[in-house]
């Protein structure tokens, strides 16, 4: 199976920081990766598919880039709804796989 | 619009049995993969299971298998998971979601999550 690596697992920031998120996959899976944003005690929310494809709604400030193993997600300037837990998803083949996630905290 | 239903959570007994039901509506059930991820308590994602659209083909995680079975009624729009011998580690928040695509594809849509509770 597919591991998904994401790092850093925690991150302090301020409103108006540019921050990324890196998330390796353990083989090649093309751009078949999402991002997904989630806030305690709700669903996790789709912000990015196919690597790079903003969902509808998702404001630009959100971006995602990379292909292969190696992924980005960044975002531009926080604002103070960012603040959040971070996933990585491949979904290369029907067997799926999560990042273990990256804690958004405002510093 | 999109809506996911799930139900069935509760508190079993290591050992035990539950069925999960997601009821889907806003979309055509039968043209999108659906699926199980669960999340234990303060911890990240972890993925269950899918199913395509089709109900033909479908994949378990290696933590559940054997244990869950993934199933639709086409019929009734409905996604189920199917929980044998349960675990006290498989206490989670369960969400079914839907994906973008027939056979599998990023979770564009996601319920509210059904709590499963494995204790004695």
């Known amino acids: 199976d597919i591991q998904m690596t994401q790092s850093p697992s925690a991150l302090s920031a301020s409103v108006g920081d540019r921050v990324t998120i890196t998330c390796r996959a353990s083989e090649r899976i093309s751009t078949w990766l999402a991002w997904y944003q989630q806030k305690p005690g709700k669903a996790p929310k789709l912000l990015i598919y196919?690597?790079?494809n903003l969902d509808t709604g998702v404001p630009s400030r959100f971006s995602g880039s990379g292909s292969g193993t190696e992924f980005t997600l960044t975002i531009s300037s926080l604002q103070p709804d960012d603040f959040a837990s971070y996933y990585c998803q491949q979904y290369n083949t029907q067997r799926s796989s999560f990042g273990q996630g990256t804690k958004l905290e405002i510093k | 619009e999109v809506q996911l239903l799930e139900s069935g959570g509760g508190l079993v007994q290591p050992g035990g049995s539950l069925r999960l039901s997601c009821a889907a509506s806003?979309?055509?059930?039968?043209?999108?993969?659906m699926n199980w991820v669960r999340q234990a308590p303060g911890k990240g994602l972890e993925w269950v299971s899918t199913?395509?659209?089709?109900?033909?083909?479908?994949s378990t995680a290696d933590s559940v298998k054997g244990r869950f079975t993934i199933s639709t009624d086409n019929s009734k729009n409905t996604l189920f998971l199917q929980m044998n011998s349960l675990r006290v580690e498989d206490t989670a928040v369960y969400y079914c979601a839907k994906a973008d695509l027939f056979n599998w594809g990023a979770f564009h849509y996601w319920g509210q999550g059904t709590l499963v509770s494995v204790s004695s």
């Open positions: 199913i395509s659209g089709s109900g033909v083909s479908s």
């Open positions: 196919k690597a790079s």
């Open positions: 806003g979309f055509t059930f039968g043209d999108f993969a």
